[in-house]
């Protein structure tokens, strides 16, 4: 089986490329973020033309996460448990969402970007992150041997080479101690990276801002990951960044990154 994530920026501005790519790529199972738009906006018949079922949650013009499958999606979950909230009045935004896809877990998120680090969405950020690592060391805790790939957009780079230059992140979020603690927790209870193993060294990016001419300048950041169980982790045969997808017209700002189960 072959499952991917993909931070679309826009699913309705890219639903052709979306269903492309899936098509030539082979994909079974691709969990989506930023898809930006409501559920019933979500433009689902390509998909579903090309024998792909679409569990999507979406609030407004902004987030929005989904789960593409063509091996079943079944016992849908929207967000995990006591998810942290944001806004006034605090509302539960569209970050998470997962499904069980040819037996396997997989969750699409979509974590908080932190904007600065001395802005409140920061420490929203780290509160988010704190949950979510609790409620899944306590999926392997009640199930050691479950299946399960916490997939998507983490805004983190947990790494120096996860970034063109450190020099250029000084003070700024995505860099940080503290998220890149949340990110090392997130392994320290049991879920790896099974993506860096397959595509290593620094230079490996899955995302590349549209300004300043980032991608032909290969000034980009690693963000996007697939964190498996330890039993998923066995299963893994292969993984890779699909950077030709951020290449021409229309293109989203995030490469797919895919991963080959046995």
């Known amino acids: 089986m072959r499952i991917a994530t993909w931070n679309v920026n826009s699913i309705r501005s890219r639903i052709d490329r979306v269903a492309a790519w899936l098509e030539r790529s082979d994909v079974d199972v691709l969990a989506i973020q930023e898809t930006k738009c409501r559920d019933d906006q979500f433009p689902e018949l390509p998909l579903l033309a090309a024998g792909y079922e679409v569990a999507h949650h979406g609030l407004s013009q902004w987030n929005g996460v989904a789960i593409i499958s063509r091996v079943g999606i079944e016992d849908v979950q929207i967000g995990f448990a006591d998810m942290p909230t944001w806004g006034d009045p605090a509302a539960a935004e569209a970050r998470a969402i997962s499904a069980v896809c040819g037996g396997v877990r997989v969750w699409s998120l979509y974590v908080p970007n932190g904007r600065k680090l001395d802005d409140p969405h920061y420490v929203y950020k780290l509160q988010w992150l704190r949950q979510l690592r609790d409620v899944a060391a306590g999926w392997l805790a009640t199930d050691p041997q479950a ?21 250029k992140f000084e003070g700024s979020t995505h860099v940080s101690k503290l998220e890149r603690e949340a990110f090392a927790a997130m392994e320290d209870a049991g879920y790896s990276d099974v993506v860096r193993p397959y595509t290593p060294g620094p230079g490996t990016y899955t995302y590349w801002d549209y300004t300043q001419l980032r991608f032909p300048r290969r000034e980009g950041m690693r963000i996007d990951f697939a964190l498996c169980s330890p039993a998923l982790a066995q299963r893994v045969s292969g993984a890779s960044i699909d950077r030709q997808e951020r290449k021409g017209k229309g293109a989203s700002d995030h490469a797919p990154v895919v991963v080959d189960l046995s």
């Not at 299946?147 to 020099?167: R, S």
């Open 147 to 167: 299946q399960i790939a916490l997939m998507g957009d983490w805004n983190i780079a947990p790494l120096d080479e996860d970034v063109w230059d450190m020099a």
